[in-house]
């Protein structure tokens, strides 16, 4: 494995097991079942099942993109919101810690 892919899957595990009430872990499957959304799509996807803000939301996938590595945006236009996407080369391993994680919790 890679340096970059060494360095991203340690800093995964680590934002992964400081998720204490499954907030990260649910920013995380989200992007791995629709591959890519604005922060105005996750966060009401996310408020159906938890008590959270836009600004919230905001903020962890702005912390997922710049020190995690593991997201890539762009804007069509000033006018449209940044869409934000799933680098192909990392799924495996947001998949991986995200079972691993689950696997944890149950044993």
Known sequence: MNSIRLKIKRRLQRFIELDVNGLRSCILSKFLDVKEATVDELHAAIKK???????????????????????RSYKESYKTPIVYSLKEQYVDLIRNALESKVSSSVT
């Open 49 to 71: 099942n938890y008590d959270i803000s836009r600004s919230a939301v905001a903020s962890m996938v702005g912390y997922i993109y710049s020190k995690l590595g593991v997201l």
